[in-house]
């Protein structure tokens, strides 16, 4: 196989990797964008703020939560398709990151800007922690997600949602 590297100061970096990270900085850029300059972004986020308003105002919130969810499975489906090819393929191979997805979800609710920050705390923290032990990686996303829910849940999402204050 083939394999094209970029040098990077004093490594050298598989060219495949940067590509995946640059499709991520994309997609990211592109859902924000999306999300903020859209008539359909707009009623995405009027509707995670408050559903009954929207309902009022005669718009399917049903449809829009779904129209949503096929957003989410698209996205998905390319970063499975970009991963792939870096790892090998087996069923459970999803297993692997759902405690890590999980953490993130919970970092960034109803916050574009606390997911992006929480995607790449965990992902830090995990690569880093892999390095040292690989068995307590799931353990200390697990802790760094707690320490950061007591101590200080408005970093990831702007707003206090209880905890320690």
């Known amino acids: 196989a083939i394999d094209f590297s970029v040098p990077l100061g004093v490594i050298q970096y598989p060219a495949y990797q940067l590509f995946v990270v640059l499709l991520a900085g994309i997609v990211a850029l592109s859902v924000w964008l999306f999300l903020q300059y859209t008539d359909l972004g707009i009623i995405i986020r009027a509707a995670t703020e408050n559903r009954d308003m929207v309902k009022a105002l005669g718009i399917n919130v049903d449809r829009v939560y779904t129209l949503v969810f096929a957003i989410g ?17 087996f069923p459970e191979m999803g297993v692997n990151i759902i ?38 990686t799931d353990i200390v996303i697990f802790i760094l997600m707690v320490v950061v829910l007591i101590i200080r849940p408005q970093v990831l999402s702007g707003i206090a949602t209880g905890g320690v204050e």
């Open 73 to 89: 499975v698209g996205i998905a489906g390319i970063a499975g398709a970009a991963h792939a090819p870096m790892i090998s393929l």
């Open 99 to 136: 405690i890590q997805s999980f953490v993130v979800v919970i970092g960034g609710l109803n916050n574009f800007r606390g997911s992006v920050v929480a995607g790449i705390l965990v992902g830090e923290v995990s690569a880093l922690t892999y390095l040292v032990s690989p068995a307590l």
